[in-house]
C-alpha cells in the first residue's frame, strides 16, 4: 500500500514539496479537489491522468503561477503564493509544448531567460555552453529557435532547467508529440537529471514511459489523487496482485499444485496445458519447482511485469460504472 | 497578502530585450520610414512656403511645425495622425504573442513578477516611441537650420521641447490602450482591428460624430442661427465631446504651444479680451498653463489604460 495516502498527510522527514488539502476552483467547478501529497528529495514523481483532471492546475499552483482557492503547498519549504521569487530560483519548469522566441538563437534565448534568473556574465555564458552540450545542442547553439524541431525544443527547455541548476525539475507533458527516439533521448536526459541529484515531478499520460522512469506516481482523476505509490503497489491495489504468470506444461494436477503457491491469488485454466496464474510477486520459480513436483514437463513460463497501463485502464473504467464523470 | 521581493526585478532585463526586439523589427522600420517620409512631404511644404514670404516672424522655427500647405497637412497634424499607427503597431501583440508563442509561462517560470513583464514592455515601447519621435524632432530643427538659416531662439526650443514631451504621451496613450487590447484579446489580429478600429473611429468618424451629438444635447437657438452664429452651449456640448478622442486633446495642446499668439482654446470670454493685444504672443509660461489640461489628461489617459491592462494581466490565467 502507499505510505503517502490522500488521508494521511504527514510528510515523510525528506519530503521537498508537501501539498495539504489543496485546491482550486474555478467558480463551482473545483479543478483540484483537496489534494495531498508528499515528494521526496532525490526522486521521479509522476502525476498521470486524463487531460483536464488537474495536473497543470496543480503544477502552477507549486510554482505560484496561479492562485490557490485553499488548502496549503510548501516548496522547499517556502510558500509559492507568498515567496513566489524564491520558489522560482531554485524550481525550473518545461511547460507543456514549451515555446521560445523565434527570432533569437538558442543561446539567445538561454541568455535571456540566465539574466531573469539573475546570472552574471561571465556565469551565464559557462552554464549556457554547458548545458546545450548537455543536451546535445551545442552545434546549433547559434541557430535561431525557428528552425528547431519539437524535440530540439524540448531539450532547450530542458537546457533551460540545467542552466537554472534547479534542486526541482518540473516537467509538465515533456514528451508529447516527440518521435520515439526523441522520447528515448528525452527520458534519457530526464534520468541524467535524476543522477545529479535533481528532484523531478513530471506529468503525463504517456503510460509506458511514466513507468519507464518514475519511482512513484500520484493518478488524477478529475481533480482528485485517486491513489499513489509505485507501479507495484498500485498494481496490488487495482489489479489484486502486480504479477501475471503463464505457465505451459503438460501434465495432471498443476492447476491445484499451482494454487497452492504462497502468494497466488488466482489460476486460470487457459486451455489443457496452460495455466495463468495472478500472484504478489515473481513466482516462477516456484512455479517451475510445482510443474516439476507433479512429474508434468514444462514447455514455457513467462512473466507480464505489472503494467501501469492496466492499472490506469482499471481505475478509470471503474468510475465510469461508477457514474457518471463530467469532460473536461 | 504581502509579497516577497521586489516588483520590479528583472524589469532592466526586459526592458533592454524587448526595446532591442522593437528596434530591429522589420514592422519598427516600415512604420518609422512612413512617418519619416510623410512628415518630410509636411515640412517640405512649410519650409517652401516660408521661403516665399521671408517673415519678421520671432517664431520662425515653431511655423514648420503647424504651417500647411495644401494639399498636405501640417507636421503636427501629419503627427497626430500617424503616432497613434506608430504606438498600436508596437503594442498590439505584446502580450498575447507571447500566450500563442507559448512563451509566457516560462518566462513567468523565472524569479520576476508579471509587473516586471509588462512594465518592461510598456517602456520599452515607450522608449522605442520616444527615440524616434526625438530624432523627427531633431529633424525638423536641423532642416530648419539647413533651410531657414535662422538659429532658433531658446523659447522656441522649449517649446518645442514641450511638443517632444506631448507627443510621447500622446503615443503612450495609443501604446497602453494597444497593450490592453493584447491582454484582452488572444489573437494579436482582433487586438490590431479593434485597435486601428478604434484609432479610425476617434480620428475621423468622432470630429464629425461629436458636433452632431451635441445638437441632439443642446438643439441649436434660432436666434442665433438667424444671426448666423453658432449657439454657445451647443458649442460647449461640441467641443467637451471632441475632447474625448486623444487626438483632440493633442491638437489642442500643440496649438497652444506652437502658436504663442493662442489665447485659449475654448470659447474666448471677454475678460480674456481684456487688454489683448490682438495676435500678440503669449509668453511661455501662459501657453503651457493653457495646454496644461490637455497635456494632463495625455498623461492621466497613459496611466489609466495602463493599469487597466495591469490589472487583469495580473489575474490572467498565464496557461494557454
Same mark, same amino acid.
Given at each position: 500500500?502507499?505510505?503517502?495516502?490522500?488521508?494521511?498527510?504527514?510528510?515523510?522527514?525528506?519530503?521537498?514539496?508537501?501539498?495539504?488539502?489543496?485546491?482550486?476552483?474555478?467558480?463551482?467547478?473545483?479543478?483540484?479537489?483537496?489534494?495531498?501529497?508528499?515528494?521526496?528529495?532525490?526522486?521521479?514523481?509522476?502525476?498521470?491522468?486524463?487531460?483536464? +483532471?488537474?495536473?497543470?492546475?496543480?503544477?502552477?499552483?507549486?510554482?505560484?503561477?496561479?492562485?490557490?482557492?485553499?488548502?496549503?503547498?510548501?516548496?522547499?519549504?517556502?510558500?509559492? +503564493?507568498?515567496?513566489?521569487?524564491?520558489?522560482?530560483?531554485?524550481?525550473?519548469?518545461?511547460?507543456?509544448?514549451?515555446?521560445?522566441?523565434?527570432?533569437?538563437?538558442?543561446?539567445?534565448?538561454?541568455?535571456?531567460?540566465?539574466?531573469?534568473?539573475?546570472?552574471?556574465?561571465?556565469?551565464?555564458?559557462?552554464?549556457?555552453?554547458?548545458?546545450?552540450?548537455?543536451?546535445?545542442?551545442?552545434?546549433?547553439?547559434?541557430?535561431?529557435?525557428?528552425?528547431?524541431?519539437?524535440?530540439?525544443?524540448?531539450?532547450?527547455?530542458?537546457?533551460?532547467?540545467?542552466?537554472?541548476?534547479?534542486?526541482?525539475?518540473?516537467?509538465?507533458?515533456?514528451?508529447?508529440?516527440?518521435?520515439?527516439?526523441?522520447?528515448?533521448?528525452?527520458?534519457?536526459?530526464?534520468?541524467?537529471?535524476?543522477?545529479?541529484?535533481?528532484?523531478?515531478?513530471?506529468?503525463?499520460?504517456?503510460?509506458?514511459?511514466?513507468?519507464?522512469?518514475?519511482?512513484?506516481?500520484?493518478?488524477?482523476?478529475?481533480?482528485?489523487?485517486?491513489?499513489?505509490?509505485?507501479?507495484?503497489?498500485?498494481?496490488?491495489?487495482?489489479?489484486?496482485?502486480?504479477?501475471?504468470?503463464?505457465?505451459?506444461?503438460?501434465? +495432471?494436477?498443476?492447476?491445484?499444485?499451482?494454487?497452492?503457491?504462497?502468494?497466488?491469488?488466482?489460476?486460470?485454466?487457459?486451455?489443457?496445458?496452460?495455466?495463468?496464474?495472478?500472484?504478489?510477486?515473481?513466482?516462477?520459480?516456484?512455479?517451475?519447482?510445482?510443474?516439476?513436483?507433479?512429474?508434468?514437463?514444462?514447455?514455457?513460463?513467462?512473466?507480464?511485469?505489472?503494467?501501469?497501463?492496466?492499472?490506469?485502464?482499471?481505475?478509470?473504467?471503474?468510475?465510469?460504472?461508477?457514474?457518471?464523470?463530467?469532460?473536461? | 497578502?504581502?509579497?516577497?521581493?521586489?516588483? !520590479?526585478?528583472?524589469?532592466?532585463?526586459?526592458?533592454?530585450?524587448?526595446?532591442?526586439?522593437?528596434?530591429?523589427?522589420?514592422?519598427?522600420?516600415?512604420?518609422?520610414?512612413?512617418?519619416?517620409?510623410?512628415?518630410?512631404?509636411?515640412?517640405?511644404?512649410?519650409?517652401?512656403?516660408?521661403?516665399?514670404?521671408?517673415?519678421?516672424?520671432? !517664431?520662425?522655427?515653431?511655423?514648420?511645425?503647424?504651417?500647411?500647405?495644401?494639399?498636405?497637412?501640417?507636421?503636427?497634424?501629419?503627427?497626430?495622425?500617424?503616432?497613434?499607427?506608430?504606438?498600436?503597431?508596437?503594442?498590439?501583440?505584446?502580450?498575447?504573442?507571447?500566450?500563442?508563442?507559448?512563451?509566457?509561462?516560462?518566462?513567468?517560470?523565472?524569479?520576476?513578477?508579471?509587473?516586471?513583464?509588462?512594465?518592461?514592455?510598456?517602456?520599452?515601447?515607450?522608449?522605442?516611441?520616444?527615440?524616434?519621435?526625438?530624432?523627427?524632432?531633431?529633424?525638423?530643427?536641423?532642416?530648419?537650420?539647413?533651410?531657414?538659416?535662422?538659429?532658433?531662439?531658446?523659447?522656441?526650443?522649449?517649446?518645442?521641447?514641450? !511638443?517632444?514631451?506631448?507627443?510621447?504621451?500622446?503615443?503612450?496613450?495609443?501604446?497602453?490602450?494597444?497593450?490592453?487590447?493584447?491582454?484582452?484579446?488572444?489573437?494579436?489580429?482582433?487586438?490590431?482591428?479593434?485597435?486601428?478600429?478604434?484609432?479610425?473611429?476617434?480620428?475621423?468618424?468622432?470630429?464629425?460624430?461629436?458636433?452632431?451629438?451635441?445638437?441632439?444635447?443642446?438643439?441649436?437657438?434660432?436666434?442665433?442661427?438667424?444671426?448666423?452664429?453658432?449657439?454657445?452651449?451647443?458649442?460647449?456640448?461640441?467641443?467637451?465631446?471632441?475632447?474625448?478622442?486623444?487626438?483632440?486633446?493633442?491638437?489642442?495642446?500643440?496649438?497652444?504651444?506652437?502658436?504663442?499668439?493662442?489665447?485659449?482654446?475654448?470659447?474666448? !470670454?471677454?475678460?480674456?479680451?481684456?487688454?489683448?493685444?490682438?495676435?500678440?504672443?503669449?509668453?511661455?509660461?501662459?501657453?503651457?498653463?493653457?495646454?496644461?489640461?490637455?497635456?494632463?489628461?495625455?498623461?492621466?489617459?497613459?496611466?489609466?489604460?495602463?493599469?487597466?491592462?495591469?490589472?487583469?494581466?495580473?489575474?490572467?490565467?498565464?496557461?494557454?
Amino acid at each position: 500500500m502507499s505510505d503517502q495516502h490522500n488521508d494521511n498527510p504527514t510528510p515523510p522527514p525528506d519530503a521537498i514539496i508537501t501539498a495539504q488539502g489543496l485546491t482550486k476552483r474555478y467558480g463551482n467547478a473545483n479543478a483540484v479537489d483537496a489534494i495531498s501529497f508528499a515528494i521526496r528529495k532525490g526522486e521521479v514523481f509522476g502525476l498521470l491522468g486524463p487531460n483536464g +483532471a488537474g495536473k497543470t492546475t496543480t503544477i502552477l499552483m507549486m510554482l505560484g503561477l496561479t492562485e490557490i482557492s485553499s488548502g496549503q503547498v510548501s516548496v522547499l519549504g517556502f510558500n509559492p +503564493a507568498r515567496a513566489p521569487l524564491q520558489v522560482k530560483r531554485h524550481v525550473g519548469y518545461l511547460p507543456d509544448s514549451v515555446g521560445f522566441y523565434d527570432n533569437l538563437s538558442a543561446v539567445e534565448n538561454l541568455a535571456y531567460t540566465a539574466k531573469l534568473m539573475g546570472l552574471s556574465l561571465k556565469e551565464r555564458t559557462e552554464r549556457i555552453a554547458d548545458a546545450l552540450t548537455r543536451v546535445r545542442l551545442a552545434d546549433v547553439a547559434h541557430k535561431r529557435v525557428a528552425t528547431f524541431s519539437r524535440g530540439m525544443r524540448q531539450r532547450l527547455g530542458l537546457a533551460e532547467i540545467i542552466v537554472k541548476r534547479a534542486e526541482i525539475a518540473i516537467l509538465d507533458e515533456p514528451t508529447s508529440g516527440l518521435d520515439p527516439q526523441a522520447t528515448i533521448e528525452f527520458l534519457e536526459l530526464i534520468a541524467e537529471l535524476k543522477r545529479g541529484g535533481t528532484t523531478v515531478l513530471l506529468s503525463s499520460h504517456l503510460l509506458d514511459q511514466v513507468q519507464r522512469i518514475c519511482d512513484r506516481v500520484a493518478l488524477f482523476k478529475s481533480g482528485r489523487i485517486e491513489m499513489m505509490g509505485s507501479v507495484a503497489e498500485l498494481a496490488v491495489q487495482v489489479l489484486g496482485a502486480g504479477f501475471v504468470v503463464e505457465v505451459e506444461a503438460e501434465g +495432471a494436477g498443476i492447476a491445484r499444485k499451482l494454487s497452492t503457491i504462497p502468494g497466488v491469488t488466482k489460476v486460470e485454466t487457459l486451455s489443457a496445458d496452460r495455466y495463468r496464474m495472478t500472484a504478489e510477486r515473481d513466482v516462477r520459480p516456484d512455479a517451475a519447482n510445482a510443474v516439476v513436483s507433479v512429474n508434468g514437463s514444462l514447455k514455457r513460463l513467462s512473466v507480464d511485469e505489472p503494467s501501469l497501463e492496466a492499472i490506469y485502464a482499471r481505475t478509470f473504467q471503474v468510475k465510469k460504472e461508477g457514474g457518471v464523470r463530467h469532460a473536461a | 497578502m504581502q509579497r516577497e521581493g521586489s516588483a !520590479f526585478q528583472g524589469l532592466g532585463t526586459v526592458f533592454v530585450k524587448e526595446l532591442s526586439d522593437n528596434i530591429s523589427s522589420v514592422r519598427m522600420l516600415v512604420l518609422e520610414l512612413l512617418v519619416v517620409l510623410t512628415a518630410l512631404a509636411a515640412l517640405y511644404g512649410a519650409i517652401d512656403s516660408l521661403r516665399q514670404n521671408t517673415a519678421e516672424d520671432p !517664431f520662425l522655427l515653431l511655423r514648420l511645425f503647424t504651417l500647411s500647405r495644401d494639399p498636405l497637412p501640417s507636421f503636427v497634424a501629419m503627427l497626430g495622425f500617424l503616432v497613434p499607427l506608430m504606438a498600436i503597431g508596437l503594442g498590439f501583440d505584446a502580450v498575447n504573442s507571447e500566450h500563442n508563442g507559448r512563451t509566457l509561462s516560462r518566462i513567468l517560470a523565472q524569479p520576476i513578477y508579471r509587473d516586471a513583464l509588462l512594465m518592461g514592455k510598456f517602456l520599452a515601447g515607450l522608449a522605442t516611441l520616444g527615440v524616434s519621435l526625438t530624432a523627427l524632432w531633431l529633424m525638423v530643427i536641423g532642416l530648419g537650420l539647413i533651410f531657414l538659416g535662422v538659429p532658433p531662439g531658446g523659447e522656441e526650443i522649449a517649446r518645442s521641447l514641450v !511638443f517632444l514631451v506631448v507627443a510621447i504621451f500622446y503615443a503612450g496613450v495609443w501604446l497602453s490602450l494597444a497593450m490592453l487590447l493584447s491582454i484582452v484579446f488572444r489573437s494579436p489580429a482582433t487586438a490590431a482591428l479593434v485597435a486601428l478600429g478604434i484609432w479610425l473611429f476617434l480620428t475621423v468618424l468622432w470630429p464629425m460624430l461629436a458636433p452632431a451629438i451635441a445638437q441632439v444635447i443642446a438643439p441649436p437657438d434660432p436666434r442665433y442661427a438667424a444671426l448666423g452664429l453658432q449657439t454657445p452651449d451647443t458649442g460647449l456640448w461640441a467641443q467637451f465631446l471632441l475632447r474625448i478622442s486623444p487626438n483632440d486633446l493633442f491638437a489642442e495642446a500643440m496649438q497652444a504651444i506652437l502658436s504663442p499668439q493662442t489665447r485659449t482654446l475654448g470659447a474666448v !470670454f471677454i475678460e480674456q479680451l481684456r487688454g489683448a493685444i490682438m495676435g500678440a504672443p503669449l509668453p511661455f509660461g501662459e501657453s503651457v498653463m493653457i495646454a496644461w489640461p490637455q497635456m494632463v489628461s495625455l498623461i492621466a489617459g497613459t496611466i489609466v489604460l495602463f493599469v487597466g491592462g495591469y490589472v487583469i494581466f495580473q489575474r490572467q490565467e498565464v496557461r494557454a
